[in-house]
Nanobody, 126 residues
């Protein structure tokens, strides 16, 4: 069992910055290599999409093309926390952002993630 709790969402103007965090806990998280990722779901019934992923060791990252160069994913293994720093935000970044975890090394979007947080709202005004 893995529990994920996001925090740090909010309202920001276009061009601004925001950081969201995800605190992980649970026996599984402590005993296995866990890759982490951020997904988001925009309003209007859009499908949830991959944003960024980070490997268990933190030395490998993946990003969606739409956020490359603007977003940075990182993790602090001592704190069991994953961060997403979002810069140069655009109105189209408005979404509920979800933290996700999977047992394994890679944070690639091509793997299935089986643990999810409750989500945090990020709203970017124009």
């Amino acid at each position: 069992q893995v529990q994920l709790v996001e925090s740090g969402g909010g309202l920001v103007q276009a061009g601004g910055s925001l950081s969201v965090s995800c605190a992980a806990s649970g026996r599984t998280f402590g005993n296995y290599a866990m890759a982490m990722a951020w997904f988001r779901q925009a309003p209007g019934g859009k499908e949830r999409e991959f944003v960024a992923g980070i490997s268990w060791s933190g030395d490998s990252t993946h990003y969606a093309d739409s956020v490359k160069g603007r977003f940075t994913i990182s993790r602090d293994s001592a704190k069991n926390t994953v961060y997403l720093q979002m810069n140069s935000l655009k109105p189209e970044d408005t979404a509920v952002y979800y933290c996700a975890a999977r047992r394994g090394y890679s944070g690639s979007p091509f793997y299935a993630y089986d643990s999810w947080g409750q989500g945090t709202q990020v709203t970017v005004s124009s």
